[in-house]
């Protein structure tokens, strides 16, 4: 119990300072500015890290209902997507809806991680941020290739991770039946499809911050990093287990 007390504190302490950086970095005039576009979506993703971690640590005895956040998420990206984020309540909305999102992605890690220890968790983690740092640090090094290629490898990623998702959702809820070593060949390849993600992500918000004229809707681009560093820290973390 103090070693939980004592690691929410730490992350309360981090959020706090993260959210003044956004306040400092990412506003100007009430409005998010595209001003410093590339750290602030960084800001927000760490910022959302902190916010789904402290959940986890705090609700970690959630064991049910993981549907309900799951539609509740897909809702909120819709929005965040649509969302007019022109206007001060637009922006203020937009981030609400961005927090309900991480609320909702937070229920549906916790029956995850209730199940694994402490030194699963972390090294989880620890993969997860490896892969993120290293996928990102070659689009640094090598941004003419990723420029090239994001035309065709982007919908190429997204058809394989329908497929994944169609095969996964025929295992579960048609054949009713889903073998040990099945998952752990479509975790590996999960794996490798986010980490190609994150790549090609960090192309995109690069042309995102080069388009981005007035105002910048960083929820929205960081829903994308979320989702990618989320898929693999699960998948990683189920990797242990099986």
């Keep these: 119990m103090f070693e939980t007390n004592k690691t929410n504190y730490s992350i309360i302490v981090v959020f706090v300072l993260i959210m003044y950086a956004i306040t400092v970095y990412a506003f100007k005039n009430g409005f998010p500015t595209c001003e410093n576009y590339v750290m602030n979506t960084y800001l927000y993703l760490a910022l959302s890290v902190c916010y789904i971690y402290f959940n986890i640590n705090q609700f970690k005895t959630y064991n049910h209902h993981v549907f309900i956040p799951f ?3 897909i809702a909120a990206i ?3 997507n649509l969302s007019n984020y022109k206007t001060q309540s637009g922006i203020a909305i937009n981030h609400i809806v961005w927090f309900i999102f991480l609320t909702a992605l937070s229920f549906m890690i ?5 199940m694994s220890s402490n030194s699963m968790i972390y090294m989880a983690l620890y993969f997860t941020f490896s892969i993120f740092i290293i996928m990102s640090a070659l689009v640094y090094m090598y941004p003419s290739f990723f420029q090239k290629t994001m035309n065709f490898m982007f919908p190429g990623l997204l058809v394989a991770l329908i497929m994944i998702i169609l095969i996964e959702l025929y295992l579960i809820f048609i054949k009713q039946k889903y073998p040990t070593n099945i998952h752990r060949y479509i975790s590996y ?9 994150i790549s090609y992500d960090t192309q995109l918000m690069f042309e995102e911050a080069e388009i981005c004229r007035k105002y910048a809707n960083y929820p929205e681009s960081s829903i994308k990093f979320i ?5 693999i820290f699960v998948r990683t973390l189920a990797l242990q287990k099986r």
Excluded: C, E, H, M
Excluded at 110 to 114: A, D, W
Excluded at 227 to 231: G, I, P, Q, S, Y
């Design 71 to 73: 539609l509740i998420s």
């Design 110 to 114: 916790i029956p995850i991680t209730s």
């Design 78 to 80: 819709i929005y965040i």
């Design 189 to 197: 390849a999960v794996v490798i499809l986010f980490s190609l993600f």
């Design 227 to 231: 989702l990618d560093v989320v898929n």
